[in-house]
Nanobody
Framework: QVQLVESGGGLVQPGGSLRLSCAAS????????MGWYRQVPGNQRELVAG????????NYADSVKGRFTISRDNAKNTAYLEMNSLKPEDTGVYYC??????????????WGQGTQVTVSA
């Protein structure tokens, strides 16, 4: 059974920091690309940051470059999103996504349940 469990969200003041974690089980984690997405009411989920499988090359949305860092610990089956210099516009539900390689199917996406991040004074 595949599980992606996010944690670390909460309420933070502008300029503050949060660290999100995504603990994965039931998937070949090292072989899976991971991503963090943000969704606000009325909008589609948008990619915030992604990291490739194994060694993990990161990529970022322009709006978070220089402030957010995505990383992965393959020994712990966990992906992270370090968020610094947070702004009110970073507010939203953050979802973890795994793109899992499946023989004969290509890549299959799995999502976590989401964690709320609110940036407000």
């Amino acid at each position: 059974q595949v599980q992606l469990v996010e944690s670390g969200g909460g309420l933070v003041q502008p300029g503050g920091s949060l660290r999100l974690s995504c603990a994965a089980s039931g998937i070949p984690f090292s072989e899976s690309a991971m991503g963090w997405y943000r969704q606000v009411p009325g909008n589609q989920r948008e990619l915030v940051a992604g990291i490739t499988s194994y060694a993990g090359n990161p990529n970022y949305a322009d709006s978070v470059k220089g402030r957010f860092t995505i990383s992965r610990d393959n020994a712990k089956n966990t992906a992270y999103l370090e968020m610094n210099s947070l702004k009110p516009e970073d507010t939203g539900v953050y979802y973890c996504k795994a793109n899992v390689p499946v023989p004969l199917q290509g890549f299959v996406p799995y999502w976590g349940q989401g964690t709320q991040v609110t940036v407000s004074a």
